[in-house]
């Protein structure tokens, strides 16, 4: 199975600064890559994914995110941040020889400050 | 949303009585999974199901079966509940194939 790092638990940020949250996986295998988020006592909600094409992926919310193949990462980012953001964020790596399994991190919080 | 509804929302039992959990879909997917979230953990699959009758185990299935009698519904069981298996249960679907999963908000499970 994948194995999925996220190098931040929690973020604070001001409100209007941008944020980087930062996905490694363990694979250079093809697989595909999503970030979800989860606001407080709520499922999670799909932000963007990535299946194939162009490396940079636009999501909900002004979020984005980069594919790296050599470096095997999938970072978000958001250029500025609202109050709103204020939540837990997942990334996550399906694979296709296992079944396309989604293998989850750990999650990063992100707080937003006035 | 996806049409996923969780049910119950919340529940309080003691060690050693069954739970059953439910989860039903009004989007004729294929595919249906049942995860736990744990604090510093992210979510991790207990179970998933690629059709009627067909169900397969994930990483932490230990403690845990599950049925699927109609393409709607997903049941997951703790025959004997423990502690360890307090948690927030989120079921998700999906067509398969790498597609998006789409999830429930969640079942919160205490066990005392």
């Known amino acids: 199975a994948q194995s999925v790092t996220q190098l931040d638990s929690q973020v604070p940020v001001f409100e209007e600064a941008p944020v980087e949250l930062r996905c490694n996986y363990s694979?250079?295998?093809?697989?595909?890559l999503f970030w979800y988020v989860q606001y407080p006592n709520q499922g999670l909600q799909l932000l963007l994914k990535?299946?194939?094409?162009?490396?940079l992926v636009k999501g909900i919310n002004g979020f984005e995110a980069e594919f790296n193949k050599s470096q095997t990462s999938f970072h978000l980012r958001k250029p500025s941040v609202h109050i709103s953001d204020t939540a837990e964020y997942f990334c996550?790596?399906?694979?296709?020889?296992?079944?396309?399994?989604?293998?989850f991190g750990a999650g990063t919080t992100v707080t937003v400050r006035a | 949303d996806a049409g996923i509804t969780q049910s119950p929302r919340h529940k309080v039992t003691e060690t050693g009585t069954p739970v059953t959990l439910r989860c039903h879909q009004t989007?004729?997917?294929?595919?249906m999974y049942w995860y736990r979230q744990d604090p510093g953990h992210g979510l991790r699959l207990i179970h998933y199901?690629?059709?009627?009758?067909?169900?397969d185990k994930g990483e932490v299935s230990d403690g845990y079966s599950v049925s699927r009698s109609k393409t709607e519904d997903f049941l997951l069981t703790l025959e004997s509940a423990t502690s360890s298996q307090t948690s927030v249960y989120f079921c998700?679907?999906?067509?398969?194939?790498?597609?998006?999963?789409?999830f429930g908000d969640g079942t919160r499970l205490s066990i005392l």
């Open positions: 996550a790596v399906s694979d296709p020889s296992n079944d396309y399994k989604l293998s």
């Open positions: 694979s250079s295998v093809s697989v595909y």
């Open positions: 990535y299946l194939s094409g162009s490396t």
């Open positions: 989007e004729n997917h294929r595919y």
């Open positions: 199901s690629y059709g009627v009758k067909d169900t």
């Open positions: 998700a679907i999906n067509q398969g194939g790498g597609q998006p999963q789409h």
